[in-house]
């Protein structure tokens, strides 16, 4: 995507209305239509370089092995082939998202996703499922797929909620040899 990814949350009494819009050069305009939730304001940015360090350290705090290094994370922002997200909370990244597409493919690849410890809970993580689902499906995807680590349980209720499925089991996916399990969204 050329632009950021922005949600506008208005809240209207005790519920919250989502419009899922695109920035582009031309402008603004609405790609999704409103639906009920019940979240605080999220606004989804594009992240670039500038949020490398950022990044690292979301990585860092997320994952105790296995996190994307600071030369991995820059290779892939700077990939056209990849769209990475993030939120931020009082000018700080409090979530990050990164996805990959290939060409001739009609999967994007989650590669990573990340909310700082502090800020679970908030859904900050399903904003960002969201912003990136609906550029999948601006994109012409059919699917969203992922690894997780088998013994991630948080992540994959996170998953399961949102309509992921266990697709298969991955013995010695990980590099410590611990199992993942590739998860699929079907659009
Ligand atoms: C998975 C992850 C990205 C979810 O992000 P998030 O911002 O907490 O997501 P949300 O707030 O939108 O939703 C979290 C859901 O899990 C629960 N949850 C997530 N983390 C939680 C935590 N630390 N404590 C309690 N509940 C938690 C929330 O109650 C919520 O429940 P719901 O599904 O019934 O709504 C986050 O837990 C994380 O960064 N984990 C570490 C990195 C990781 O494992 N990434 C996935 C690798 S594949």
């Given amino acids: 995507m050329n632009g950021s ?6 809240k209207r009494k005790t519920v919250a209305i989502v419009r899922i819009c695109i920035v582009r050069p031309c402008g ?5 239509t409103p639906k009920k939730l019940s979240m605080p304001d999220h ?3 594009t992240a670039t370089a500038a949020d ?4 690292e350290e979301l990585e860092r705090l997320g994952f105790p092995l296995d996190q994307y290094s600071k030369e991995r994370l820059k290779y892939l922002l700077s990939q056209a082939n990849a769209s990475s997200y993030k939120i931020e909370e009082d000018g700080k990244v409090s979530a990050y998202a990164m996805v990959l597409w290939r060409k001739g493919s009609r999967a994007g690849h989650l590669y990573s996703i990340v909310t700082h410890p502090e800020a679970q809970g908030r859904g900050l993580g399903s904003a960002l499922l969201d912003a990136l689902e609906a550029e ?3 994109r012409g995807c059919d699917r ?9 349980d948080t992540a994959i209720a ?3 909620r949102r309509g992921y499925v266990r697709v298969k089991e991955l013995p010695g996916f990980y590099t410590d040899d611990a199992p993942g399990v590739r998860m699929v969204k079907r659009f």
């Fill in 43 to 45: 606004q989804i940015q």
């Fill in 28 to 32: 603004w305009y609405t790609i999704g």
């Fill in 144 to 152: 969203i797929r992922l690894e997780v680590r088998a013994d991630n």
């Fill in 136 to 138: 999948a499906k601006e």
């Fill in 5 to 10: 990814v922005l949600f506008a949350w208005e």
């Fill in 52 to 55: 490398l360090d950022a990044l």
């Fill in 158 to 160: 996170f998953y399961l």
